[in-house]
C-alpha cells in the first residue's frame, strides 16, 4: 500500500476510540458540553427518521418516529454525560435507532445539568416527562424506559421514585453502560483503567462532585441506584462493553437486582467501550446492541 | 372447592418445589443417585425424540434427536449433580429438550462419578467424549458444550483443557445454575439459603470433600472455574435462578468472564430454583429458558 494507507479510517471499535483520541475531553463544563455534542453527533441522524421537538412539563423533550414504528408505544431515554452533560442532540442518533430496532417512539428528555443544577434536579425533571407522557394517555405498561451511563442511573431512579410515589412504571428497563455507584468503589475503576478510552476516577469524582455535593450522602440509593431496593422493578437489560471501568458497576447491578427478583439480562460485549451503542453509524457491535435491546423491548412492551 | 382441593398440584415452581420437598435428599451417596435419577426424570422425555447409546471412548453416552433437527450440528452435555450424582437418565428430559430448542443433536456423557472416581476423572472423561465427538467428523464450530450446575463446572473445565492441549473449542457454552466456586465463598450461599430447595452449604461441602478432597487445592481453576483464566472462551450464555445459594457463583463468572473480553450473556430468572430447566415438562419458565439457550447457541453454531 502506497503512502497515506495508515490515515485511512479503521474498522469497528478501533476507528471510534481514534475518533474520540482526536477530540480529547476539555476542561470546563461548557466546553465538555460542546465536546459531548460533537462525538455524540459526529454521525447525523438517519434521513428516514422524523422528529420533533416537544414540551414534556417544562421539561424540553424530542419525539422521534422511524417508518413502520408504532407511536402509540414509547421508549422513553435519558442522554448520559455524567449528569453535567449530553443533550438530546448528543444522543439522538443513539435514541432514534434505539426507536427503530424497539419499533416504537421516542421521546429523548433533555433534563437539567449540574453543576447549575445538581441533585436532585434531574429527578424532578425525569418525573414531570413521565408525567406528562402518561397524560398524553400512554399506559406505563406501553414505555419502555431506557438511558446511557448517568442516564441509565436516572432511569433506575425514577423507577424507585415512582413506586414511592405509588405510580405504575415502566414495562422494562434498558440500561447502556450504566453508572450506579457514585461512591466509585467499582473494582473495574482500577483493573479497567489503561484500557477505557473515556471513563476514569478522577473525572467521575468530578461528576460527582458537580451532582451530589457534599453534604448529599452518595450511598443514597437515589444518587447510587446500585444500592437501592429493587423489589418490583421490571424486567431489565443492562449492556455494557469490556472494555470500561465501569464494567463493574454493571455486573454488580445484573447481581442485586437478580437477587431482588428481577428479571435480568446482563450482557458484556467484548472490546466495546462506554456508551458505544452512541456511534452504530459506524460500528457494527452498536448497531448489534441496539437490536438486541429492540428485541428485548419488544418482548416486555405489549 | 371441595375437600381435596389444597392436594391438587399447583402451578409452577411451586408445583416443583413441593414435588423435591416429598423426595427430599437422603443419606448416602447411592441412595441420592437413585433419588435425583428420580426427581430429575419424574416426567418422561417426550414421545418423538430419538435416541441411542453410543460409546464415547470409553466414556458411556447418549445421542438424541427431535425432529427437525440438524444432526451435523451437536450440543454436547454435561449433567449436574455435584459430581457425585446425576446421570444421563436424570437429565435426559432437560438435554433433549434443550436440543430441541437448539434445533441440533445432542451427545449426553455419563462421565464418571466421586466419591469413587474424584477429581480429573471426570475431566478425563469429557477430555475422551470431546475427542470422540471429534474423531465422528463434527467440526469444533460445530459443538456447543452446555451444562448445569457440576456439569457447568465441567464444561468450564473441559475448554480449560482443551486450551492447555492447543485444541480447538466448541462454538459457545451455555451454563445453566453452574457451580463455579468449591471454595463455597459466594454470598448467596448464606443469603439465599432460606430461599433455595435444593442447595445448601453442608451438603456442597460433602460434594467439595467427595470430589476434591484434601490435599488438592480448591481454589485451583480446574477445580473452581472461577478463578479461570478465559482468554479466547467461546461466547456464553449463563443462566441462573433468583431462588439459588449458588446464584453468585453464576454472577461472579459472568463478571469475570466478561471482563477477560468473553462475550457473555447472564440470565437471572426470578423464583426459579437450582436447575430448574430439569423440569420444563411441567414448568413454562424451564421451557422459555431453554427456548432462550437454543436461540443464543443457534447464534453461534453455524
Same mark, same amino acid.
Given at each position: 500500500?502506497?503512502?497515506?494507507?495508515?490515515?485511512?479510517?479503521?474498522?469497528?471499535?478501533?476507528?471510534?476510540?481514534?475518533?474520540?483520541?482526536?477530540?480529547?475531553?476539555?476542561?470546563?463544563?461548557?466546553?465538555?458540553?460542546?465536546?459531548?455534542?460533537?462525538?455524540?453527533?459526529?454521525?447525523?441522524?438517519?434521513?428516514?427518521?422524523?422528529?420533533?421537538?416537544?414540551?414534556?412539563?417544562?421539561?424540553?423533550?424530542?419525539? /422521534?418516529?422511524?417508518?413502520?414504528?408504532?407511536?402509540?408505544?414509547?421508549?422513553?431515554?435519558f442522554?448520559?454525560?455524567?449528569?453535567?452533560?449530553?443533550?438530546?442532540? /448528543?444522543?439522538?442518533?443513539?435514541?432514534?435507532?434505539?426507536?427503530?430496532?424497539?419499533?416504537m417512539?421516542?421521546?429523548a428528555?433533555?433534563?437539567?445539568?449540574?453543576?447549575?443544577?445538581?441533585?436532585?434536579?434531574?429527578?424532578?425533571?425525569?418525573?414531570?416527562?413521565?408525567?406528562?407522557?402518561?397524560?398524553?394517555?400512554?399506559?406505563?405498561?406501553?414505555?419502555?424506559?431506557?438511558?446511557?451511563?448517568?442516564?441509565?442511573?436516572?432511569?433506575?431512579?425514577?423507577?424507585?421514585?415512582?413506586? $414511592?410515589?405509588?405510580?405504575?412504571?415502566?414495562?422494562?428497563?434498558?440500561?447502556?453502560?450504566p453508572?450506579?455507584?457514585?461512591?466509585?468503589?467499582?473494582?473495574?475503576?482500577?483493573?479497567?483503567?489503561?484500557?477505557?478510552?473515556?471513563?476514569?476516577?478522577?473525572?467521575?469524582?468530578?461528576?460527582?462532585?458537580?451532582?451530589?455535593?457534599?453534604?448529599?450522602?452518595?450511598?443514597?440509593?437515589?444518587?447510587?441506584?446500585?444500592? $437501592?431496593?429493587f423489589?418490583?422493578?421490571?424486567?431489565?437489560?443492562?449492556?455494557?462493553?469490556?472494555?470500561?471501568?465501569?464494567?463493574?458497576? $454493571?455486573?454488580?447491578?445484573?447481581?442485586?437486582?437478580?437477587?431482588?427478583?428481577?428479571?435480568?439480562?446482563?450482557?458484556?460485549?467484548?472490546?466495546?467501550?462506554? $456508551?458505544?451503542?452512541?456511534?452504530n453509524?459506524?460500528?457494527?457491535?452498536?448497531?448489534?446492541?441496539?437490536?438486541?435491546?429492540?428485541?428485548?423491548?419488544?418482548?416486555?412492551?405489549?
Amino acid at each position: 500500500m502506497g503512502n497515506g494507507s495508515r490515515t485511512v479510517a479503521k474498522d469497528g471499535i478501533d476507528a471510534i476510540r481514534a475518533m474520540l483520541a482526536a477530540k480529547p475531553r476539555p476542561v470546563g463544563w461548557a466546553e465538555r458540553r460542546v465536546r459531548l455534542d460533537e462525538v455524540g453527533a459526529v454521525w447525523p441522524v438517519a434521513d428516514d427518521i422524523s422528529g420533533e421537538p416537544v414540551d414534556c412539563g417544562g421539561v424540553p423533550g424530542e419525539w /422521534s418516529l422511524a417508518p413502520g414504528a408504532e407511536p402509540s408505544r414509547v421508549l422513553m431515554f435519558f442522554h448520559g454525560g455524567g449528569y453535567c452533560a449530553g443533550s438530546i442532540v /448528543s444522543h439522538r442518533r443513539l435514541a432514534t435507532e434505539a426507536g427503530r430496532a424497539a419499533r416504537m417512539r421516542t421521546l429523548a428528555i433533555g433534563y437539567h445539568l449540574a453543576p447549575e443544577h445538581p441533585y436532585p434536579a434531574a429527578h424532578e425533571d425525569a418525573l414531570a416527562a413521565w408525567r406528562f407522557l402518561r397524560g398524553q394517555g400512554i399506559a406505563a405498561g406501553a414505555i419502555a424506559l431506557g438511558g446511557d451511563s448517568a442516564g441509565a442511573n436516572l432511569a433506575l431512579a425514577l423507577v424507585s421514585r415512582l413506586r $414511592a410515589a405509588g405510580e405504575e412504571g415502566p414495562a422494562c428497563l434498558w440500561l447502556a453502560s450504566p453508572w450506579t455507584d457514585l461512591t466509585l468503589s467499582g473494582s473495574t475503576l482500577t483493573t479497567k483503567d489503561a484500557d477505557d478510552p473515556l471513563i476514569h476516577k478522577p473525572y467521575l469524582e468530578e461528576l460527582a462532585d458537580a451532582y451530589a455535593p457534599a453534604p448529599l450522602d452518595r450511598t443514597d440509593p437515589l444518587i447510587s441506584p446500585l444500592f $437501592a431496593d429493587f423489589s418490583g422493578f421490571p424486567p431489565t437489560l443492562i449492556q455494557v462493553g469490556s472494555a470500561e471501568t465501569l464494567l463493574a458497576d $454493571a455486573t454488580r447491578l445484573a447481581a442485586a437486582m437478580g437477587a431482588a427478583e428481577v428479571a435480568v439480562t446482563l450482557e458484556i460485549w467484548p472490546r466495546m467501550i462506554h $456508551a458505544w451503542p452512541l456511534w452504530n453509524a459506524r460500528l457494527e457491535e452498536g448497531r448489534k446492541a441496539l437490536e438486541r435491546a429492540g428485541e428485548f423491548v419488544r418482548d416486555w412492551v405489549r
